[in-house]
């Protein structure tokens, strides 16, 4: 399982399309149907109902949609929580320098 697996099924219940999905997500459409199709493999159910368009979930994708908002917000939330007590605990200073010139960029924090 794969957090990018449930953030493509969130996009794909909120598009109602594999295409727009995949373009939002930043892959081709095969790859994303791939993608799709593993969360189906690890869930061992099918999520979404092909035989229409615009694409609908199955009963249990509704069920799993729900989850999958609550998980990936959780997650959010619990690397909000941990970031915020790095800057707690000690003076934090990063370096970004770029493979060309003429300005590299950094961060004191």
């Not at 149907?33 to 999520?47: C, F, K, M, N």
């Not at 707690?88 to 003429?102: G, K, L, Q």
């Amino acid at each position: 399982m794969e957090t990018k697996w449930l953030e493509d099924f969130v996009s794909l219940a909120e598009t109602r399309s594999f295409s727009r999905s995949a373009v939002l997500r930043h892959v081709t459409q095969p790859a994303f149907s791939r993608r799709i199709q593993a969360l189906e493999a690890w869930a061992g159910v099918d999520l979404v109902d092909r035989s229409s368009y615009p694409t609908r979930l199955t009963p249990a994708g509704e069920l799993l949609h729900a989850q999958a908002l609550e998980i990936l917000g959780a997650l959010q939330s619990a690397r909000h929580l941990v970031r915020s007590h790095q800057g707690d605990s000690a003076d934090v200073i990063e370096f970004a320098v770029p493979h060309t010139w003429p300005s590299p960029s950094f961060r004191i924090g």
